[in-house]
């Protein structure tokens, strides 16, 4: 007897067998998995999900390190900008201190070249200059009202800078050693010829009357020689800048050692003042004597 075709189109032989193929899927897949199943999909899932998760993981460590390599950076920024403002104001500060620091830097150092000549000097300030004008020269702020005459010297610690040419009731007009009409009595510190400084203008000057027979050398330093009454001696005026041979006499030119055009403050010289001044100066192993009676 022939066997009835489905409604599918299939036998009942073919069901059958597609029926025991399925039972033995099944089982197949029981054997696999064991009686707990859900544990091995729980691992599937875990495995394939690995590579996601990773991945994952990553893009939040690179958004991370962005985001604090962001924030770093801005509080860098900030910081530079709150250090460059501390700068801006410091260098104003500076700025505003610049002239008290100079002119401190100047009082000691006039102190300091008080203590080593033992004469009565006195200060004054610069308050114009009329250099480099050709007969210009310094005017201080104090005149008769300081006892101050014509002709007293006038010095800063590092040389001699001219004397008083005109002093009025609160004013001093100063001759630098430069200038044309100036002179100062000087003398060479190694021949210990001297001669006579007159200025030439522009912080240089040249020594007259030096005969041919001394021997002058480039550097060699030259100090006053207190002849003139203006300037004890041993005071630095400059050092030799050139020397040529003349007819009868040496020309020696002289770069004076004092920045006539950069000074703010002198010392001033008693009028005549004695030809040579000891330095007050003790020995390392010297005590100063007490007089009896004296604490």
Do not use: C
């Amino acid at each position: 007897m022939a066997l009835r075709a489905t409604r599918w189109g299939w036998s009942r032989t073919a069901w059958q067998y597609l029926a025991i193929g399925l039972l033995w899927l099944g089982h197949g897949v029981w054997v696999l998995l064991g009686p707990n199943p859900g544990r091995h999909w729980t691992s599937l899932a875990d495995v394939l999900s690995r590579p996601a998760q990773g991945l994952a993981v990553r893009l939040e460590s690179r958004r991370t390190a962005r985001r604090d390599t962001a924030r770093g950076l801005a509080e860098t920024r900030a910081e530079n900008a709150r250090l460059a403002a501390e700068l801006a104001q410091l260098k104003t500060q500076a700025t505003l201190e610049a002239p008290r620091v100079s002119e401190a830097d100047v009082a000691v150092r006039l102190l300091g070249l008080k203590q080593q000549i033992p004469l009565e000097l006195k200060t004054a300030r610069v308050i114009f200059s009329t250099r480099p004008a050709t007969y210009g020269g310094l005017i201080l702020d104090r005149g008769r009202d300081l006892d101050l005459v014509p002709d007293q010297g006038v010095l800063v610690p590092e040389g001699i800078v001219g004397r008083l040419w005109s002093v009025s009731g609160t004013q001093a007009k100063v001759l630098p050693a430069d200038a044309p009409n100036a002179s100062v009595a000087v003398m060479l510190i190694r021949s210990r010829a001297m001669g006579v400084l007159q200025g030439l203008g522009w912080g240089r000057a040249a020594i007259r009357y030096v005969s041919n027979q001394e021997v002058v050398q480039v550097g060699e330093a030259v100090l006053t020689s207190g002849l003139d009454r203006v300037f004890p001696r041993g005071l630095l005026v400059g050092y030799v800048a050139e020397v040529t041979q003349g007819d009868l006499e040496l020309r020696v030119i002289v770069n004076l050692s004092a920045p006539l055009d950069r000074l703010s403050a002198v010392l001033l010289l008693p009028p005549q003042p004695p030809l040579e001044v000891q330095p007050p100066f003790l020995a390392p192993d010297q005590k100063p004597q007490r007089k009896r009676g004296a604490p």
